[in-house]
């Protein structure tokens, strides 16, 4: 698609590098009520990796695949299902639709109606408000933001440097979301979010072996212990060979080469792993963390080091850069690499542009400056990130864990319950298996993180954050009467059963 605004404009109030779900937030917020004028740079998609590669059509597959294995555990349709699985064919056709066969007029489309203009081309800066943009045809044009420039250059995937890896042209998250031949035998690197839902999936859409490779002791460290342990027995249930506390040593690979997304990459491939022990698969997906997209972006035009994360205040402006005018949203803030906390990050960030922009008398803004919150802070929205990963069971948690309250400090006080318990999981499915915890700091007697773990319980996860985020008293939560038999019910259960360790330890 052409670029979409006045090829010989140069100026507007805000540029937003990088087109992404938090940038074209942070453009709108910047807009809306204000009268600044903003555009989005994006070279590849406009709506990015969440919209594209990574969020929705990770879940466009892992949804059936989830109602399939349910269905199986459920007297009256298990009889139904069978051992069938999914219909592979329907179910990419499907993810394709999602992402709109990576087409992003529609994404484009709602920026130009929304009053955001649109330029097509790699955006790099060259001093301060400026970027040289170098359009598809190699074409450069230069801009300039009169107020602020925000960057949303998001991350990609890392890829390390184990001997023989690179140069077998592994799969890395693209690949593995628009996975278009299914591998017969695939090895998985990492026993993070993306690992543990990849090797969900796949093994879901029928790769016969499947071996995941975690160099640490147990999978989704970041979470409590109970959910990695939970996800690895589902797991190890369904066929998936672990390998924890391995490591890859080396691969080799014969026809090694980029086929395309989604494709083959080359011939079979042996991994060697620190055990000395080899591993021959089709294909091999790297899920091992996340490098920030800021080494080509030209930072060093502005004194910043090229490369890294974007360390910025709470009002997400970049540190070390004066005047007010550079913000930095999303993965490229390595604040939380969720898109939904970039999203936040980006209205935040889209008000005080405004604020400040009124302030200063930047032509254009139609609304007093007292009308939006200048230093609006994103603190209080990070001390309780939530995040669920789609694997089965699902785990979603909120705050800290019990381990990192500790580490800050917190008198900490802890309860935990069995979600297979609860008449609403057991009508769910017979077999069901799962379980929750609250960490509660015992001085404010309030919560400070929450994990669930089992099928269905994603939206659990709102009501924690809100009682987190809104330091809800324990006292006030007795009277959120949870409906029944719904999973909702564990809140109660949760709290009865720290009343009784309570008394306990009263009594002792």
């Excluded at 300039?144 to 890829?159: E, N, S």
């Excluded at 060979?241 to 080799?252: A, E, I, P």
């Excluded at 390595?334 to 999203?343: D, P, S």
Aim: charged share 20%.
């Amino acid at each position: 698609m052409a670029a979409a605004v006045d090829p010989d404009r140069s100026e507007w109030d805000v540029i937003v590098l990088g087109g992404a779900a938090a940038g074209e937030n942070a453009a709108q917020y910047a807009a809306q009520f204000s009268g600044l004028e903003t555009v989005l740079v994006e070279a590849e998609l406009v709506g990015g990796e969440c919209s594209y590669w990574a969020c929705m059509p990770s879940k466009g597959l892992l949804r059936p695949v989830e109602v399939l294995n349910n269905a199986r555990h459920l007297p009256g349709v298990a009889s139904l299902v069978g051992r069938a699985g999914v219909d592979v064919g329907a179910v990419l056709a499907r993810r394709d639709a999602i992402v709109n066969n990576l087409d992003d007029a529609s994404q484009v489309k709602w920026a130009l109606d929304t009053g955001i203009d649109v330029i097509r081309g790699y955006g790099r800066l060259t001093g301060e408000r400026t970027l040289a943009v170098t359009a598809p045809d190699g074409s450069v044009r230069t801009i300039t933001a009169r107020h602020a420039v925000v960057i949303d250059t998001g991350t990609r995937a890392a890829v390390p440097d184990i001997p023989g890896l690179r140069a077998a042209h592994p799969w890395t998250s693209r690949d593995v979301t628009h996975v278009h031949r299914i591998p017969s035998r695939t090895a998985v690197l990492g026993g993070g979010v993306v690992g543990c839902e990849s090797a969900t999936w796949l093994r879901g859409l029928g790769v016969e072996e499947l071996t995941l490779i975690h160099r640490g002791p147990g999978l989704l460290e970041k979470e409590e212990p109970f959910a990695g342990e939970l996800v690895a027995a589902e797991l190890q249930k369904s066929g998936v060979d672990l390998r924890l506390g391995r490591s890859v040593v080396g691969v080799r690979r014969d026809d090694a080469g980029n086929t395309g997304v989604g494709l083959p990459h080359g011939g079979p491939a042996t991994l060697t792993l620190d055990d000395g022990s080899e591993l021959t698969v089709d294909e091999i997906v790297v899920a091992l963390g996340r490098t920030p997209s800021t080494g080509d972006i030209g930072l060093s035009s502005i004194g910043l080091p090229d490369g890294g994360f974007l360390a910025v205040d709470d009002q997400q402006a970049v540190q070390g850069v004066p005047g007010q005018w550079l913000y930095a949203i999303g993965d490229v803030s390595g604040r939380a690499l969720l898109t939904h906390m970039g999203k936040y990050q980006a209205r935040i960030v889209g008000e005080v542009i405004a604020s400040r922009a009124g302030a200063a008398g930047v032509t254009g803004v139609t609304k007093a400056p007292g009308g939006f919150a200048a230093e609006l802070s994103s603190a209080e929205g990070h001390r309780a990130v939530p995040q669920v990963t789609f694997t089965d069971p699902e785990v979603a948690s909120v705050g800290l864990s019990e381990r990192r309250a500790r580490e800050a400090g917190i008198d900490v006080e802890t309860v935990e319950y069995d979600m297979a318990a609860l008449a609403g999981t057991y009508l769910l499915r017979e077999d069901y298996a799962g379980r929750a915890k609250l960490v509660v700091d015992s001085a404010t007697d309030t919560l400070v993180g929450a994990t669930f773990v089992g099928s269905g319980i994603a939206d659990l996860l709102h009501a924690a954050t809100v009682a987190v985020v809104g330091r809800v008293p324990l006292s006030a939560l007795w009277h959120a009467v949870p409906s029944y038999p719904t999973p909702s019910e564990i809140w109660l259960r949760l709290l009865e059963t720290l009343n009784r360790q309570r008394r306990l330890g009263d009594q002792g």
